[in-house]
T-cell receptor, first 114, second 109 residues
Framework: ETGVTQTPRHLVMGMTNKKSLKCEQH?????MYWYKQSAKKPLELMFV???????ENNSVPSRFSPECPNSSHLFLHLHTLQPEDSALYLC?????????????FGQGTRLTVV | AQRVTQPEKLLSVFKGAPVELKCNYS??????LFWYVQYSRQRLQLLLR??SRESIKGFTADLNKGETSFHLKKPFAQEEDSAMYYC???????????FGQGTTLQVKP
């Protein structure tokens, strides 16, 4: 167990639904990230939060809305998604300063948009 | 621009053969580079980092600033090394971790 937990593990949603992905870490890290992993593309960074502040939005469509209420929790709110948004969504956390900046990843949420 | 390039999508070798997974980077400044690995049905995890200069599971990687490369090497591949390997670069002080496209290593018996 690496300390980064994502729920749910699997999610099937219609294009008109609204759902949320949750990520939780208790490693004392200050930074949390959302990545998208799809079969035909490399691992894509979506959002970065550092001490609860969003520091990176990698041109992600507004149908993906992140929320970071504190350094231990990160959400990804989803609405009116498209079938091409189907992918594995990975959450990660890390320190951003010091000698140990290793990122720890969750197991991911497998999202299918129908 | 900050970029990590892994030119090979798939590398297939026989057990006992040497392995080299290529990684090139583009970064203005002193880079901090990593190799991450994802075994089947497991989460993405750190394999090694260049500042540690250590060998993990027989793998080593040397940072070559002249060639802007950080290739991953192992002299004798094992079947259990079969996995997806990602080279990554971290942007200092931001935590932004940029990944390459990934290389699938297939070690055949």
């Amino acid at each position: 167990e690496t300390g980064v937990t994502q729920t749910p593990r699997h999610l099937v949603m219609g294009m008109t639904n609204k759902k949320s992905l949750k990520c939780e870490q208790h490693l004392g890290h200050n930074a949390m990230y959302w990545y998208k992993q799809s079969a035909k593309k490399p691992l894509e960074l979506m959002f970065v939060y550092n001490f609860k502040e969003q520091t990176e939005n990698n041109s992600v469509p507004s149908r993906f809305s992140p929320e970071c209420p504190n350094s231990s929790h990160l959400f990804l709110h989803l609405h009116t998604l498209q079938p091409e948004d189907s992918a594995l969504y990975l959450c990660a956390s890390s320190h951003t300063r010091g000698t140990n900046t290793e990122a720890f990843f969750g197991q991911g949420t497998r999202l299918t948009v129908v | 621009a900050q970029r990590v390039t892994q030119p090979e999508k798939l590398l297939s070798v026989f057990k006992g053969a040497p392995v080299e997974l290529k990684c090139n980077y583009s970064y203005s400044g002193s880079p901090e580079l990593f190799w991450y690995v994802q075994y089947s049905r497991q989460r993405l995890q750190l394999l090694l980092r260049h500042i540690s200069r250590e060998s993990i599971k027989g793998f080593t990687a040397d940072l070559n600033k002249g060639e802007t490369s950080f290739h991953l090497k192992k002299p004798f591949a094992q079947e259990e090394d079969s996995a997806m390997y990602y080279c990554a670069l971290i942007v200092s002080n931001t935590g932004k971790l940029i990944f390459g496209q990934g290389t699938t290593l297939q070690v055949k018996p």
